[in-house]
Nanobody, 120 residues
Framework: QVQLQESGPGLVKPSQTLSLTCTVS??????????WSWIRQPPGKGLEWMGA???????YYSPSLKSRTSISRDTSKNQFTLQLSSVTPEDTAMYYC????????????WGQGTQVTVSS
């Protein structure tokens, strides 16, 4: 059973960098051909895909967030990390990590999500 767990600070100040980690258990993040994504949901809004890191280490970003987003991984810890720079209150959201068994496939495993609030 694959499990994903998000971790990171729940409160970030405006202009700072938000950093979240997704720890994966029950499966390796380097296993062909899985994609590991970050997805967020602002209050009262729908889900927004932010970006992904592939089994190969290749990264993909939402065009609207690309200039502020970086996704990396630590294969020794089986973790992948999201960094979102220059945050504003509009980045307040529930942040999720999720796995898909292919680029065009649906997500089959999700983390429980972590709430991040951007406020001074």
């Amino acid at each position: 059973q694959v499990q994903l767990q998000e971790s990171g600070p729940g409160l970030v100040k405006p202009s700072q960098t938000l950093s979240l980690t997704c720890t994966v258990s029950g499966g390796s993040i380097t296993t062909n051909y899985y994609y590991w994504s970050w997805i967020r949901q602002p209050p009262g809004k729908g889900l927004e895909w932010m970006g992904a890191i592939a089994y190969s280490g290749s990264t993909y970003y939402s065009p609207s967030l690309k200039s502020r987003t970086s996704i990396s991984r630590d294969t020794s810890k089986n973790q992948f990390t999201l960094q979102l720079s220059s945050v504003t209150p509009e980045d307040t959201a529930m942040y999720y990590c999720a796995r898909a068994a292919g680029w065009d496939r649906e997500y089959d495993y999700w983390g429980q999500g972590t709430q991040v609030t951007v406020s001074s």
